[in-house]
């Protein structure tokens, strides 16, 4: 992991971009912590980390504000990174399916989201293992909002990660339903009523099919980026529970 | 309002029982408020004011500790309060069907449900009327909890009330839907996922039928009686937002 930029934020917070290996990423850390302090991992959508910047600096604000550390990566095929021929396919046929307005197919939904997931989460681990290797972060660690598959396949094959906040509000594979019922760990799903690009019940189903003991809808009004600043409050408090 | 007894708890509550006509109540108050306060009317199950004191006092505690008010009285046919036939009735009737596993009839929560409400709100609002009037009591007002058929009324009925707590836990008579369709409150939805005397999707598509722009579901693994205690941390926050 290489430090390539560092810049001392208002409100006690150190903002460092780093690269590991080929992937960028952002941490944050409140920088008058005396000890070593919990972490999120904060997941986005493959919009590119330049235009999620201020979403992400926003929830990393709102962590440092409650001690916690907050990381997170340019996803594979975003930002700078290479795109692969079979996800330009994939984004291609949606918007083509979407404009036609016709039902998004089970596989158009496998081939723009499996091979993410695939590729993203080891990609997390990796960097998971870089943070925990520094000495300002201890942990436990979340992991919060983004690819709602990615947070899945990380919550069932992460042992690190103690608790997850999910957002349902992108398509999710048939096969993803298998591994929400092999989750253990603590669940806060956040679900926007009239997502545009989300099917409600799917959502409300997904919800029904994670494993956990533990889990909580959170339901607000409006659209995909509609979430009001309640939900994220919320979402903060569920942190606060299991990571301190 | 006749305050029949005066007791003062620990950390600043004043608790006062009432009478209000043949309706017997209790208000509790942040002893040391200088200014009027806002209020928040306890709603609770017919069970009987004194089987519900316990609940109903650590709700009180949290509102008061927030500096708000709370207050709440006797369901009509509840505690001493005089029965009725025809709810007796619906009540022997439900016990039958439950015993026997059939599917509770429209029929049977109608007859349940609606005279209740019919009797119940009209008293919350003479309730309002004389808590009002007492000059440590400002407003805003919120409705909390309880039979979410009183609550739809009263949010819809009453325009003192600015903001309503609903518990999906009880029966809803298929009319209350088009009651709840006219709210324009803002609502906080509470759902325990695998409530056993409560139809899941009955209580999301409720939750759909309302009419307020501002509404939130928040779903909690667990049955009835096992809503977690964030979800009263939620709900105080959901007050907190509107009543100040």
């Known amino acids: 992991m290489q430090f390539t930029s560092e810049q001392h934020l208002e409100n006690d917070v ?11 990423g952002i941490l944050w850390t409140p920088e008058s912590a005396t000890e070593p302090v919990p972490l999120i991992l904060l997941g986005h959508p493959p919009l590119g980390l330049t235009k999620m910047y201020p979403r992400l600096a926003a ?12 990381a997170t990566i340019e996803l594979p095929g975003s930002g700078d990174r290479p795109r692969w021929a079979a996800a330009e396919q994939a984004r291609a046929d949606l918007r083509r399916t979407l404009q036609a307005g016709d039902p998004v197919s089970d596989e158009i ?4 989201i499996l091979p993410l997931v695939d ?4 990609e997390w681990q990796t960097t998971l293992d870089a943070l925990l290797a520094l000495p300002e972060i201890g942990g436990p660690v979340g992991y919060s909002g983004g690819v709602i ?12 990660i103690v608790a997850a906040g999910l957002f349902a509000g992108s398509f999710v594979p048939r096969t993803m339903f298998e591994e929400a019922r092999r989750i253990t760990i603590p669940v806060h799903v956040l679900l926007q009523w009239d997502d545009e690009g989300n099917d ?5 189903d997904l919800f029904d099919a994670f494993g956990s003991k533990e889990k909580t809808l959170l339901a607000n009004m409006g659209g995909h980026t509609g979430v009001p600043q309640s939900a994220g409050e919320d979402a903060a408090g569920f942190f606060a529970r299991h990571l301190k």
């Open 200 to 204: 409600r019940q799917a959502a409300l």
């Open 109 to 112: 939904i496998d081939a723009l």
């Open 119 to 122: 590729k993203a989460v080891p």
């Open 14 to 24: 150190l903002e460092r971009e780093f690269t590991l290996g080929e992937i960028p």
């Open 59 to 70: 929830r990393a604000r709102r962590a440092t504000a409650e001690g916690f550390a907050a």
């Open 149 to 160: 598959s990615i947070g899945i396949r990380l919550a069932v094959v992460e042992p690190r």
